[in-house]
């Protein structure tokens, strides 16, 4: 058993359950065909779910995914099963309101690979070899547009403007 809890991997898949984004922070899956066989798994196994309004929980090959969907995107971050739930569960909630923040609330397909840059930079920031660096969506948003390549892409809101609008969406997520 390990002292802090570690991701295996973050997926962002599309309606079909193909890849927009993903990032493994293991060996479980060597290869590139490993991973797109886990991935289909992974989908085929929760695309019957309705995991919209609230994170849902499932085992999968000893590990425990959690996941969410939102338009034609599903959110998946995947642990151990000795992992907390309640903590890949956070990971998840941070991610999905990271993007949601990055992309300006219009959390689909088009606009993920649009914006894919920022999507990769988000789950960097998130995780680190596994290891959770960060869960809150604001701090998140804020160390991703930090970086001189996002100035570009969130040039028509101003960085106060992101901030006040991250507010915003925490405050209607704390209301529900």
Sequence with gaps: MELCPCVKNI??????GKRVAAKYFCDDWPTNGAKEAFEKAVFNKTQKTNARSEVEVTMLENNIVVYKFVQDLHFFVTGGEEEN????ATVL???FD????LLRGNVEKREALEYLDLILLCIDEIVDGG???ETDANVIVG????HSTVAEGLSEQTFSQALATA????????LK
């Design 143 to 146: 160390k991703v547009a930090s």
């Design 11 to 16: 997926l962002l898949l599309d309606f079909e």
């Design 98 to 101: 990271a993007v949601g923040l």
């Design 131 to 133: 290891i959770i660096l």
């Design 167 to 174: 507010r915003e969406h925490l405050a209607r997520s704390l």
């Design 93 to 95: 909630q941070g991610f």
């Design 85 to 88: 739930e309640v903590i890949l």
